[in-house]
């Protein structure tokens, strides 16, 4: 037996006999989990600095990410651990409130108590237990609130979906605090060069897994619901069955043709247009597709710079929103929308928030394929340039060969759609610094 298995089973026992209801708790905590987790959900016996998660959705990335550092902070007083999401909202929503989240997993009795409530703050994400121990939120949009703090370990949660990836070189820096300072990662895997690097490292220990290894806690509705969107395609391969699809046969794009352009998320060019470019949603449900809304620039020299994504799940007046407030952040000349399916509802809509921005409509008379083929070969001449990096707008790139896509790469469709129209344009130079 390990001199580090000998001190764990001194701690056991003298928990048994403890009088504390904290330690009683923190042991009850530990013992169930062991008995519902799969194998692989358990943290590694062997020496291991990452633990890197690659798996489908609805694994149990969340569950095993928040009992591990639940675990460690409980049973090693005075220690300081991260928790690292990619923004604050799926900070609180997921990795603290989650259903599988650290809130509805430390025991009560385990917090320290000040004025008569358990310290947990929600504006902070900062969680401090009675042993002394805290745990820290942050956002990965935010990658210098990590410069100083150090840990003993830390939890990332979808670090392929994180925008700047020097938030990770960041908490390693900080990573230093304890004999043995470790970081668990949980992600759904994508083909981005920070997950393919830690694939590549001794000191990462890499765990995979499919969806469907977790059939039994999940209801039948969802994974009815998770084959009809992803079954049979090939981003199906990578949200169901965590395989990194590095250069899929047929795609317009590869991750190396981003990759060969792309500036730092600081740069400075002067742009002589800046167009806000909606692929709108038509409904708003937990079914609806997203809303694509992509900020893209191009300079004297026919040089294109893509500046932002802020696409996602929105209703109406919320995409609205978004779109006119990014418009005004980016100085934009102008907001540019496909209207296939909303027809002139989307101006009206628009011009509800602001009567006033500038406003052109697209309309599809080509197939998605068709349309994309210029742009790409824009991407091939290394004429557009990510000015940062955006992991769901790269990953529909790089995984889209043409094939009825589920669900619908409404990301893809923006940029497709603004760089279209800043190909064609022409005109008066409007002189601006992004």
């Excluded at 003298?14 to 905590?29: A, C, F, G, V």
């Excluded at 995984?399 to 940029?415: F, I, N, W």
Aim: glycine share 6%.
């Amino acid at each position: 037996m390990s001199k580090t298995a000998k001190v764990s089973d001194e701690l056991w026992n003298d928990w048994i006999d403890s009088p504390k209801i904290s330690e009683k708790k923190t042991l009850q905590l530990y013992t169930e989990w062991l008995g519902t987790a799969r194998k692989k959900q358990r943290t590694p016996k062997v020496p291991f600095h990452i633990w890197l998660i690659l798996a489908g959705r609805g694994w149990g990335k969340t569950r095993t990410g928040a009992q591990d550092i639940a675990h460690y902070a409980l049973t090693n007083r005075d220690t300081i651990c991260a928790v690292v999401a990619p923004t604050f909202g799926d900070l609180r929503r997921v990795c603290f409130g989650g259903p599988s989240g650290l809130i509805s997993i430390i025991p009560e009795e385990c917090y320290q108590v000040s004025r008569g409530r358990k310290h947990y703050s929600e504006n902070s994400a900062e969680i401090r237990l009675a042993n002394g121990s805290k745990i820290m939120g942050f956002a990965a949009i935010e990658p210098d609130r990590l410069r100083g703090p150090q840990f003993h370990r830390a939890w990332c949660d979808e670090l392929a979906a994180w925008r700047y990836p020097e938030t990770f070189d960041q908490l390693m820096f900080g990573l230093r605090l304890g004999d043995n300072p470790q970081c668990i990662i949980t992600t759904t895997p994508k083909p981005t060069s920070i997950i393919k690097q830690l694939i590549e490292r001794n000191d990462c220990h890499v765990t995979t897994g499919s969806t469907f290894e977790n059939e039994a806690n999940l209801a039948a509705s969802a994974l009815q619901m998770l084959k009809e969107k992803y079954e049979g395609t090939t981003l199906g391969r990578q949200e169901l069955y965590a395989e990194v699809i590095d250069m899929l046969e047929g795609a317009l794009w590869t991750n190396a043709m981003i990759e060969e352009s792309r500036l730092p998320k600081d740069t400075n060019k002067e742009l002589t247009q800046i167009i806000v470019a909606l692929d709108p949603a038509v409904t708003h449900n937990d079914d609806s597709d997203e809303t694509g809304i992509v900020v893209v620039g191009k300079d004297a020299n026919n040089e294109y710079y893509v500046l932002e994504d802020i696409s996602g799940k929105y209703s109406a007046d919320k995409w609205c929103k978004i779109a006119v407030k990014a418009f005004y952040e980016w100085d934009a000349d102008r907001i540019i929308a496909e209207t296939n399916n909303g027809g002139d509802l989307v101006e009206r809509l628009l011009r509800t928030i602001d009567a006033n921005v500038p406003y052109k409509s697209v309309t599809a008379t080509r197939g998605k394929l068709v349309r994309a083929e210029p742009i790409a070969a824009l991407y091939e001449q290394r004429r557009v340039h990510h000015v940062g990096y955006f992991a769901e707008l790269e990953s529909q790139m790089t995984t889209y060969t043409g094939e009825r896509p589920k669900p619908s790469p409404d990301r893809l469709d923006a940029l497709v759609w603004g760089l279209t129209e800043l190909s064609k344009s022409r005109g008066q130079v409007n002189w601006r610094i992004s």
